[in-house]
């Protein structure tokens, strides 16, 4: 059934206390709840469970007889207060969703976010209903957590109190075999705070980097926010089995154990910056999303958006802030914008849904942090923390909406939010149109912006875009700084006076609205703005840009991307002085983006065509520039491995020049670099351009061989072979992979790497006979029944199907109705079908 947000109502009673006791054991774990409801308004007590086998109902001591309504319970005339205690029995071991309560290794763990409370015990499982918790463990585990701090602990038991109301989703609980890398944190007032990532036994040398990313985390948030840690220990646990990266449960953050564990010979400097990322992330949420936290799951994107905007700023500020934000819109253009621009669009902010985990998207995540950073820019920096502040102390200890939080902004700095709120209620991408006229010094830039119908919404008002833009004078030098201009209308002219000659317009620097751009621009220009832009974003754009057309040239059959290699030049002759951005202009648009480009401007991308012409102008790039990248890939050699940016930059250069190089030397440069490296970084990155020049059968064997023990490395193995393998041969590949026995579907890492591996093999997920297609819906089907959650969001890998010739397109839409008529299909992978057959 369809949940619709107007349909909201206020639950009729208030929690003062809720008490947990677990009896934990594999096969049948029992949950004994006593909850202390008092009335707020009139109504019956509706809990929620899913999959209990009920033993006892009390109101106030005494047995009810209450029948379970599907999903829920109801019951009528209670008093104005009383104790509800249930008495429920679990299976652990055969909960293969991971929703709930749920063993992983042997241990036992939860996951809560969005309904997983309902797994454990009858509870009003929606995030507006908050309480203080308190927990008992039973277990002969040695280590048993739980949210909040520590009440007793003793052989074959634990308790924990919980003092911060908070709805069930953020409860959690953890059992098992753990040893702990500690640490401690005095916070900005002087609180000691107890620190520990939980790892399993041997794991401990790998958890360091995760604890120092914690209190990086702290420090900034107090620094950054003003925001203090409010509990006397903070955990976090690192599982196996996991479907996203990780959770913000209150004091006990339970992580997928790629994004704790790491050692430079396991883990690359990309997994390293991701881990400091994301345990930051979940960090932030203490106050953005659990002191704090959302009325309904509508309003996710309140906690989310703003938690991956706080997230980006921490990086930025740990790291360098252009290439964070260089790769914050890679990936924004990667994901949300095609998310946006196909059949399963939504806003950040939905209205309805059938499956809630469905709406973890690119779009209430990134595009929600997107829409954060567009507010900060409008009303800048003072005002945006005034607002902050306000929001933290107008709405500590409730649950909000969206509505809450532009009141906040609108209170804090007196600007009327009305349009600007459009942001949250729409879905697309609105398309900016520039045109410009100079004459007599005068510039006169006219904008337009429409925004394409998306599904259920055919009427598209005009946005307020921040349009950040400078300008750049013939000779290079800079005749305006960055300005902000503010677009309210669907058409609007701005004019700059006193200009000597014609300059050039940086337009839409730091990417300050998420928009799609189109304007007539020269190659000079482009090239121009690549040599001399002072704005990174912007002068990394203009490369990009002027790489993406001659690629499209290519890939249509006609000729270009000669202005490019020729711009190359001031590139590498730039790229010793900030490596990391030189490798970020180095590498060229993606198939993936060649063909949606190709789709935004009216044709039908050919995979094929895409990937020879970007192999083609590689091979060129290389000819052409042969002895730099040989000079810059020694010159790049790192001496002792650190995590930093400083010599991640350094190895993303020379990986680089790696790719170009070893389109000319066979992958001679790389069989050394893989035999010789004490870091996975360049192991694995050597180890991409063997598969991708046929030379990795000896290299993939010794990979196996070193690392068969390590999980999260040999995902890796599994993950780049369909990924650089040829797309001819990579769906042969995948089959042979799927088929070993260490392929453990069942673990989300473990399936994630082989299919996901294969998808994001643009050619190959789309080859011409149907076979990637056939192969990822096989495997799909193969996955709901046991984990229907990760083959629900890994459906989304055929959202695009449509914009491909009509026999691919055949092809795709057959393999999407095989999962669709599959019987019992579950509710979340039906809605992602169902809304992708549907199309925009
Ligand atoms: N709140 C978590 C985070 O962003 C995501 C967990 C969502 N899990 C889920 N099963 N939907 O850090
Ligand atoms: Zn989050």
């Known amino acids: 059934a369809t949940q619709y947000l107007a349909d909201w109502q206020a639950y009729p009673f208030q929690i003062d206390q809720t008490r947990l006791t677990f009896h934990l054991d594999p096969r049948a774990t029992r949950v004994l709840s006593q909850i202390e409801f008092r009335r707020i308004a009139p109504g019956d007590l509706v809990l929620d469970g899913v999959g209990l086998t009920t033993l006892h109902l009390a109101i106030d001591g005494k047995p009810v007889t209450a029948t379970p309504e599907g999903e829920r319970l109801v019951i009528r005339d209670l008093p104005d207060a009383f104790t509800f205690q249930a008495e429920v029995q679990i299976d652990p071991q055969a909960n293969t969703a991971l929703e709930g309560l749920y063993l992983s290794g042997g241990m036992f763990c939860t996951q809560c976010e969005a309904q997983g409370f309902r797994h454990i015990t009858w509870y009003p499982d929606r995030p507006d209903v908050m309480a203080p918790f308190h927990v008992t463990i039973h277990s002969d585990m040695p280590v048993l957590l739980s949210n909040g701090n520590p009440v007793s602990q003793s052989a074959g038991m634990a308790e924990w109190h919980d003092p911060w109301p908070k709805p069930a989703y953020l409860f959690a609980l953890v059992a098992g075999d753990l040893r702990a890398v500690s640490d401690s944190f005095t916070t900005m007032s002087g609180a000691d705070v107890a620190l520990n990532v939980w790892v399993r036994p041997g794991d401990e040398p790998r958890a360091g980097y995760a604890l120092e990313s914690l209190i990086r985390s702290m420090q900034w948030d107090e620094r950054a926010y003003g925001r203090e840690y409010d509990l006397s220990v903070f955990n976090i646990?690192?599982?196996?089995?996991?479907?996203?990266?990780?959770?913000?449960?209150?004091?006990?953050?339970?992580?997928?154990?790629?994004?704790?564990?790491?050692?430079?010979?396991?883990?690359?400097?990309?997994?390293?910056?991701?881990?400091?990322?994301?345990?930051?992330?979940?960090?932030?949420?203490?106050?953005?999303?659990?002191?704090?936290?959302?009325?309904?799951w509508f309003q996710l994107c309140l906690k989310e958006g703003l938690t991956v905007f706080r997230d980006q700023q921490f990086t930025s500020d740990m790291r360098s802030a252009a290439v964070k934000r260089i790769a914050d819109v890679q990936t924004l253009r990667a994901r949300q914008f095609r998310e946006d621009a196909g059949p399963l669009a939504h806003?950040?902010?939905?209205?309805?849904?059938?499956?809630?985990?469905?709406?973890?998207?690119?779009?209430?995540?990134?595009?929600?942090?997107?829409?954060?950073?567009?507010?900060?820019?409008?009303?800048?920096?003072?005002?945006?923390?005034?607002?902050?502040?306000?929001?933290?102390?107008?709405?500590?200890?409730?649950?909000?909406?969206?509505e809450d939080w532009i009141a906040v902004f609108q209170d804090a700095t007196g600007r009327d939010l009305t349009q600007f709120k459009l942001w949250y209620t729409d879905a697309g991408t609105p398309r900016l149109t520039m045109t410009e006229t100079f004459t007599d010094g005068t510039l006169v830039l006219d904008f337009a912006q429409t925004t394409a119908p998306t599904p259920g919404q055919p009427e598209k008002p005009a946005r307020v875009i921040p349009i950040a833009l400078g300008l750049i004078g013939p000779n290079g030098d800079q005749v305006l700084d960055?300005?902000?201009?503010?677009?309210?209308?669907?058409?609007?002219?701005?004019?700059?006076?006193?200009l000597g000659a014609r300059p050039v317009v940086s337009l839409l620097r730091g990417f300050s609205a998420p928009v799609t751009v189109t304007r007539q621009m020269s190659p000079a220009d482009q090239a121009l703005l690549l040599a001399h832009d002072t704005d990174p974003f912007a002068r990394w754009q203009a490369g990009h840009d002027l790489a993406l057309d001659g690629l499209i040239a290519r890939a249509t059959g006609a000729t270009g991307g000669a202005e490019f290699i020729r711009a190359l030049a001031g590139v590498l002759d730039d790229a010793p002085a900030d490596p990391a951005f030189a490798a970020l202009c180095l590498a060229l648009?993606?198939?993936?983006?060649?063909?949606?480009?190709?789709?935004?401007?009216?044709?039908?991308?050919?995979?094929?065509?895409?990937?020879?012409?970007?192999?083609?102008?590689?091979?060129?790039?290389?000819?052409?520039?042969?002895?730099?990248?040989?000079?810059?890939?020694?010159?790049?050699?790192?001496?002792?491995y650190h995590p930093d940016a400083k010599g991640a930059g350094r190895r993303s250069l020379r990986l680089a020049c790696l790719a170009y190089l070893s389109r000319l030397d066979g992958g001679d440069r790389a069989q050394h670099l893989f035999a010789s490296a004490d870091n996975m970084t360049e192991r694995q990155g050597a180890l991409e351009q063997l598969i991708a020049t046929g030379r990795a059968a000896q290299p993939l064997a010794e990979f196996e061989a070193q690392f068969r023990d390590n999980r999260l490395v040999m995902d890796k193995w599994f993950m780049v072979q369909p990924l650089r393998a040829a797309p001819g041969d990579a769906v042969a590949r995948a089959r042979e992979?799927?088929?070993?026995?260490?392929?453990?579907?069942?673990?989300?890492?473990?399936?994630?790497?082989?299919?996901?591996?294969?998808?994001?093999?643009?050619?190959?997920?789309?080859?011409?006979?149907?076979?990637?297609?056939?192969?990822?819906?096989?495997?799909?089907?193969?996955?709901?029944p046991v984990n229907a959650q990760t083959t629900a969001r890994m459906s989304s890998a055929f959202e695009t199907f449509a914009r491909y010739d009509t026999a691919r397109q055949a092809k795709a839409r057959a393999a999407l109705q095989r999962i669709a008529d599959l019987p019992g299909l579950s509710r979340n992978t039906a809605e992602m079908v169902t809304r992708i057959l549907a199309g925009p």
């Open 482 to 498: 960055t300005t902000v201009l503010e677009m309210t209308d669907a058409t609007q002219s701005f004019r700059f006076d006193g």
């Open 589 to 640: 648009p993606g198939d993936e983006e060649i063909a949606t480009t190709i789709a935004t401007r009216g044709a039908v991308p050919d995979p094929d065509a895409i990937h020879a012409a970007r192999r083609a102008m590689m091979t060129e790039i290389a000819t052409a520039y042969e002895a730099q990248f040989a000079g810059l890939y020694d010159a790049m050699a790192t001496e002792t």
């Open 347 to 402: 806003p950040p902010r939905p209205d309805h849904y059938q499956e809630i985990n469905n709406f973890y998207t690119a779009t209430v995540y990134e595009k929600g942090a997107e829409v954060i950073g567009m507010l900060k820019r409008l009303v800048g920096d003072d005002a945006y923390r005034a607002a902050l502040d306000l929001y933290f102390s107008r709405h500590d200890g409730q649950a909000c909406t969206i």
């Open 237 to 296: 646990v690192a599982v196996d089995d996991f479907n996203m990266g990780a959770m913000e449960n209150k004091g006990l953050n339970i992580f997928n154990s790629k994004l704790v564990l790491a050692t430079a010979e396991t883990a690359t400097d990309g997994d390293y910056e991701r881990i400091e990322g994301v345990i930051g992330h979940e960090y932030f949420h203490n106050w953005t999303g659990n002191r704090i936290t959302c009325r309904d």
């Open 737 to 784: 992979l799927a088929a070993r026995p260490d392929f453990d579907w069942k673990n989300p890492n473990r399936f994630r790497a082989l299919i996901a591996g294969l998808t994001a093999n643009h050619a190959a997920f789309h080859a011409a006979d149907g076979s990637g297609y056939d192969f990822v819906a096989e495997w799909l089907m193969k996955l709901d």
